[in-house]
């Protein structure tokens, strides 16, 4: 706490069910913004134990009921729609691990080469708009901040080697690392994200109702195309139980079709049924998200506090997509092009205005103009310098500088232009 009283900032928290997104903003001077998740860190989990920092943060400062999820509920989708503002089919990592048929390559989360090959994360995150906008990105474990995107990186980046590392050491050091990121005064970082595996990997191992995940929440408080005859078959298999789509029919409100990287039959299971390779597979995960985006136990839930939000409101739920808006309002950037709406979260704010692209434009015109005029001096006084010493050079009083072993200029008094000398002189 020592260390974030130096650093003057104010914290915001979002929390969501994959993650917890942490926000700090400086109320007088640029702000800062921290991005924190906890994976798979389901809206209700709030009332299983007792959370007193969560609590504190949402009395002082704003909270949601739930969050939308993107579809598919799944981590790195939702995690890099959170940077994006964007659907799951737009931004193109549409799962944990997928196949790109252009590539003929498969993109999978536990390989470092699928994290950092820019050719498969799509659109523009928050730490990339940052970057380009005059901020500076720290950015730890984050999906995503390991590949170039426009040509470049998050000035800091730890990229994601272990997600499964819940000890209490490994979180202090994420935790120290990113504190200070944000306290360096040199490196002045205005936006750092931080990423956490649990309650994502205790839920899976022991399902969301078991005692582990009461205590994995209190230490975060602390590929084929496949043809007709496959669809036709899978569709008949238990109809009562999961859906099969093909791709031109999935529901558009999914905002999962329109990407090649997306297969040619989708099958969804129902809310508490699962799909697997093989039922014996000793693997196989327990308490499991990734079901349709509309059932409440996929939804996710938001805090925030801070000089820019409200205090004690509980606003109306909004889709994650939206969260981007408002990182880049905080951060006083002006945002990439994204599917989310600003006005969704606006309620959140002290200062409901709009974001507003001509007050945008016109800070913008006024530090052009600013840089502009430096400019303009700074050719002037270099121009009025020559000037000057062309014409000290021109009375003789200056002599270019003589190199050995060379042809040179020698400007005398007595001599009123150029002349090439030998290497005699």
């Not at 917890?20 to 389901?42: E, N, Q, T, Y």
């Not at 400062?61 to 995690?79: C, E, Q, Y």
């Not at 252009?102 to 730490?127: A, K, T």
């Given at each position: 706490?020592?260390?974030m ?5 104010m914290?915001?928290?979002l929390?969501?069910s ?7 903003s400086?109320a007088?001077?640029?702000p ?5 998740s ?5 809206w ?20 949601a009921k739930w969050?939308k999820?993107?579809f598919?509920?799944?981590?790195f ?15 193109g ?15 999978n989360?536990s ?9 498969f994360?799509?659109g ?7 970057e380009?906008?005059?901020?500076t ?5 984050w999906?995503g901040?390991g ?18 590392n ?18 360096d005064l040199?490196?002045d970082?205005?936006l750092?994200?931080?990423?956490f595996?649990e309650?994502?990997?205790s839920?899976?191992?022991y399902?969301?109702n078991?005692p ?6 209190q ?7 496949i043809t007709e005859?496959?669809f ?11 859906k099969?789509?093909?791709k ?30 093989n039922?014996?597979d ?8 990734g079901?349709?985006?509309s ?7 938001f805090?925030a506090?801070g000089p820019?939000?409200k205090?004690?409101f509980l606003?109306e ?8 808006s408002l990182?880049?309002y905080i ?7 994204n599917n ?6 606006r ?9 507003n692209?001509?007050?945008?434009n ?6 052009n ?7 303009c001096?700074g050719?002037?006084c270099?121009a ?7 014409k ?5 009083y ?13 400007v ?9 000398w030998?290497n005699?002189?």
């Amino acid at each position: 706490m020592n260390t974030m009283e130096k650093c003057k900032v104010m914290v915001a928290v979002l929390i969501y069910s994959h993650s917890m997104i942490l926000c700090w903003s400086h109320a007088k001077s640029a702000p800062k913004l921290l991005v924190i998740s906890f994976d798979g860190f389901r809206w209700d989990y709030l009332d299983k134990t007792d959370t007193p920092n969560f609590d504190r943060i949402a009395n002082n400062g704003v909270r949601a009921k739930w969050v939308k999820d993107s579809f598919l509920t799944v981590t790195f989708p939702n995690h890099y729609t959170i940077a994006t503002g964007l659907h799951v089919e737009s931004h193109g990592i549409v799962g944990n691990v997928f196949y790109d048929p252009v590539f003929d390559e498969i993109f999978n989360m536990s390989s470092p080469r699928s994290l950092n090959d820019s050719r498969f994360w799509g659109g523009e995150p928050v730490w990339i708009t940052n970057e380009l906008q005059g901020g500076t990105s720290g950015v730890y474990y984050w999906p995503g901040c390991g590949a170039n995107i426009k040509g470049i990186r998050p000035t800091h980046c730890v990229n994601i080697v272990d997600i499964t590392n819940s000890s209490l050491n490994m979180w202090k050091h994420r935790t120290d690392t990113v504190i200070g990121w944000l306290s360096d005064l040199e490196n002045d970082v205005n936006l750092a994200m931080l990423y956490f595996g649990e309650p994502d990997v205790s839920g899976h191992r022991y399902g969301p109702n078991a005692p582990e995940i009461v205590q994995k929440i209190q230490l975060c408080d602390a590929i084929t195309d496949i043809t007709e005859e496959l669809f036709k078959n899978l569709s008949a298999i238990d109809p009562v139980h999961y859906k099969v789509w093909l791709k031109k029919d999935i529901p558009p409100e999914y905002h999962y079709s329109n990407n090649r990287r997306i297969s040619s039959i989708f099958m969804q299971a129902n809310e508490g049924w699962g799909i697997r390779e093989n039922w014996n597979d000793p693997r196989y995960k327990m308490g499991r998200h990734g079901y349709n985006n509309s059932l409440m136990n996929m939804h996710v839930f938001f805090l925030a506090t801070g000089p820019s939000f409200k205090e004690g409101f509980l606003s109306e739920p909004f889709e994650l997509i939206d969260i981007y808006s408002l990182m880049c309002y905080i951060l006083e950037i002006k945002p990439a092009p994204n599917n989310g709406s600003f006005d969704a979260v606006r309620q959140l704010l002290r200062d409901e205005r709009p974001m507003n692209y001509e007050d945008y434009n016109s800070k913008m015109f006024r530090v052009n103009i600013s840089i502009w005029e430096g400019i303009c001096i700074g050719v002037i006084c270099n121009a009025t310098m020559l000037i000057y010493l062309l014409k000290r050079m021109k009375k003789g009083y200056l002599k270019l500088p003589v190199m050995p072993n060379s042809n040179r200029i020698h400007v005398d008094k007595k001599i009123t232009e150029r002349t090439l000398w030998d290497n005699r002189i």
